[in-house]
Protein backbone atom coordinates (compact mmCIF):
# COMPACT_ATOMS: atom_id res chain seq x y z
CA UNK A 1 0.00 0.00 0.00
CA UNK A 2 0.89 3.56 -1.10
CA UNK A 3 -0.06 7.11 0.82
CA UNK A 4 -1.31 9.28 -1.80
CA UNK A 5 -2.98 12.53 -0.77
CA UNK A 6 -6.07 14.07 -3.02
CA UNK A 7 -6.36 17.51 -2.05
CA UNK A 8 -9.61 19.11 -3.19
CA UNK A 9 -9.70 22.95 -4.83
CA UNK A 10 -11.07 23.81 -1.52
CA UNK A 11 -7.96 22.38 0.25
CA UNK A 12 -10.00 19.75 1.48
CA UNK A 13 -7.62 16.74 1.91
CA UNK A 14 -8.17 12.84 1.68
CA UNK A 15 -5.05 11.10 2.58
CA UNK A 16 -5.46 7.03 1.46
CA UNK A 17 -2.97 4.06 1.06
CA UNK A 18 -3.47 3.22 -2.41
CA UNK A 19 -2.62 -0.67 -3.81
CA UNK A 20 0.62 -1.06 -5.86
CA UNK A 21 -0.86 -1.48 -9.13
CA UNK A 22 -3.69 0.82 -9.19
CA UNK A 23 -4.03 4.03 -10.91
CA UNK A 24 -4.55 7.19 -8.52
CA UNK A 25 -7.50 7.17 -10.78
CA UNK A 26 -8.54 4.19 -9.53
CA UNK A 27 -8.00 4.60 -5.75
CA UNK A 28 -9.88 8.25 -5.75
CA UNK A 29 -13.04 6.36 -7.27
CA UNK A 30 -12.98 3.84 -4.61
CA UNK A 31 -12.64 5.90 -2.16
CA UNK A 32 -14.82 8.21 -2.81
CA UNK A 33 -12.38 11.35 -3.71
CA UNK A 34 -15.07 13.86 -4.68
CA UNK A 35 -13.82 15.55 -8.16
CA UNK A 36 -11.83 13.03 -9.40
CA UNK A 37 -14.53 11.15 -12.27
CA UNK A 38 -12.74 8.82 -14.57
CA UNK A 39 -15.67 8.19 -17.24
CA UNK A 40 -13.89 6.32 -19.34
CA UNK A 41 -12.44 3.76 -16.54
CA UNK A 42 -8.84 4.59 -16.84
CA UNK A 43 -8.27 4.35 -21.01
CA UNK A 44 -7.19 7.70 -21.38
CA UNK A 45 -10.25 8.85 -23.43
CA UNK A 46 -12.16 11.71 -21.30
CA UNK A 47 -9.76 13.63 -19.32
CA UNK A 48 -11.98 13.66 -16.55
CA UNK A 49 -9.82 12.43 -13.76
CA UNK A 50 -7.38 15.60 -14.20
CA UNK A 51 -5.39 16.08 -11.63
CA UNK A 52 -2.48 18.95 -10.77
CA UNK A 53 0.39 17.02 -9.22
CA UNK A 54 2.68 18.41 -6.54
CA UNK A 55 5.55 20.37 -8.73
CA UNK A 56 7.85 18.38 -5.78
CA UNK A 57 6.89 15.19 -7.15
CA UNK A 58 6.39 15.37 -10.77
CA UNK A 59 9.87 14.24 -11.76
CA UNK A 60 9.14 10.76 -9.82
CA UNK A 61 6.08 9.99 -12.67
CA UNK A 62 6.82 7.88 -15.56
CA UNK A 63 6.85 10.17 -19.00
CA UNK A 64 3.73 11.10 -20.41
CA UNK A 65 2.54 9.34 -23.74
CA UNK A 66 0.75 10.72 -26.70
CA UNK A 67 -2.26 9.99 -25.94
CA UNK A 68 -2.06 11.45 -22.02
CA UNK A 69 -0.52 14.68 -24.18
CA UNK A 70 -3.06 14.87 -26.72
CA UNK A 71 -6.18 14.18 -23.98
CA UNK A 72 -4.67 17.39 -21.41
CA UNK A 73 -5.77 19.54 -24.14
CA UNK A 74 -9.04 18.77 -23.59
CA UNK A 75 -9.16 19.18 -19.97
CA UNK A 76 -12.10 21.23 -18.59
CA UNK A 77 -9.87 23.17 -16.01
CA UNK A 78 -6.42 25.28 -17.33
CA UNK A 79 -3.67 22.91 -18.32
CA UNK A 80 -0.31 23.29 -16.82
CA UNK A 81 3.03 22.57 -16.78
CA UNK A 82 2.04 19.85 -14.01
CA UNK A 83 -1.12 18.49 -15.21
CA UNK A 84 -1.61 14.67 -15.34
CA UNK A 85 -4.70 12.19 -15.95
CA UNK A 86 -4.49 10.22 -12.83
CA UNK A 87 -5.96 7.56 -14.88
CA UNK A 88 -2.03 7.00 -16.44
CA UNK A 89 -0.21 7.64 -13.12
CA UNK A 90 0.48 4.06 -11.69
CA UNK A 91 0.57 3.51 -7.64
CA UNK A 92 4.00 2.06 -6.86
CA UNK A 93 6.38 2.23 -3.55
CA UNK A 94 7.91 4.73 -5.64
CA UNK A 95 4.85 7.51 -5.35
CA UNK A 96 4.75 7.22 -1.59
CA UNK A 97 3.44 10.47 -0.22
CA UNK A 98 2.69 11.67 -3.69
CA UNK A 99 0.43 14.92 -3.85
CA UNK A 100 -2.31 15.15 -6.58
CA UNK A 101 -4.87 18.39 -6.28
CA UNK A 102 -7.99 17.80 -8.13
CA UNK A 103 -9.28 21.04 -10.19
CA UNK A 104 -12.34 23.24 -9.76
CA UNK A 105 -14.04 21.33 -12.63
CA UNK A 106 -13.83 18.13 -14.70
CA UNK A 107 -16.61 19.11 -17.02
Known sequence: M?????????????SLNIESGTSVMQGAVLNGVEGIVGECGGNAMCATCHVYVDENHINRLETMDGLEDEMLDLVA?????????????????????????VPDSQY
Not at 2 to 14: E, F, K, M, N, P
Not at 81 to 101: F, K, T
Open 2 to 14: TLIHYVAADGTRS
Open 77 to 101: SPRRANSRLSCQINVSADLEGLIVY
